[in-house]
């Protein structure tokens, strides 16, 4: 089975914090997402990858950043947190057409 | 642009009621499209996928068929349990590459016993 991983299941962050998410899939997947989830608004997508070093913006990027050093990683940067950044993430990795979601991160930011 | 229209929910029903749930999209050329379901405290999950008109696809009792001439993709199920409360996500994408997908905006299920 895909297993996709997220570092944290719940975050408590500070205005002006930098905060890091990590998502890691053991799969081999060329494709790496990262989307937060609003009530009302679905899921949105904030960047995705299409292969290591490799970044492409989503529909809402501002206030974000991504690294993917290494295939199986790939990291969501907040460089600094406000409080419209309070969401939940969810990272997904694909091969082909169907995407794998790992648990999601609540992130709250005071 | 692409897009995907789901109907607007909480949905709440009796146990063993009949559901649908409607979807709609917008798309210039011809998706896959896609159900997935998230339970409470959890990611999404592939619940089922239909790549071309007219197919089917189904798992554990839910079904919807991909109908191109009304651009819809609409999710039923016969009989639905306690256990099938959560939230369902209607998405379509294309064959391009990277697979980004287009989310509806989620539709809750509430069944109760």
């Known amino acids: 089975d895909v297993k996709v991983t997220q570092s944290s299941r719940y975050l408590v962050k500070r205005t002006g914090e930098k905060v890091f998410l990590e998502c890691v899939q053991d799969m081999d997947h060329e494709n790496m997402f990262w989307y937060r989830q609003d009530p009302g608004l679905g899921l949105r997508l904030i960047y995705f990858s299409y292969d290591v070093k490799m970044k492409e913006k989503g529909d809402i990027p501002e206030g974000y950043s991504v690294s993917r050093e290494k295939k199986e990683r790939f990291s969501l940067i907040l460089e600094s947190a406000s409080t419209n950044q309070t969401s939940m993430y969810l990272c997904?990795?694909?091969?082909?057409?169907?995407?794998?979601f790992g648990p999601g991160t609540r992130l709250l930011v005071l | 642009g692409d897009s995907v229209t789901q109907m607007e929910g909480p949905v709440t029903l009796s146990e063993e009621a009949f559901l649908t749930i409607n979807c709609t999209y917008t798309?210039?050329?011809?998706?896959?499209l896609f159900w997935y379901v998230q339970y409470p405290g959890e990611g999404l999950q592939l619940l089922l996928k239909a790549t071309k008109a007219d197919d089917k696809g189904s798992n554990k009792g839910f079904e919807a068929t991909y109908r191109k001439e009304t651009t819809s993709f609409h999710l039923e199920k016969g009989s639905v349990q306690v256990s099938d409360s959560a939230v369902y996500f209607c998405?379509?994408?294309?064959?391009?590459?990277?697979?980004?997908?287009?989310f509806g905006t989620g539709t809750r299920l509430k069944v109760l016993a």
């Open positions: 997904a990795s694909s091969s082909q057409e169907t995407q794998y």
């Open positions: 998405a379509l994408s294309f064959d391009s590459g990277t697979y980004k997908y287009i």
């Open positions: 798309a210039t050329g011809y998706p896959s």
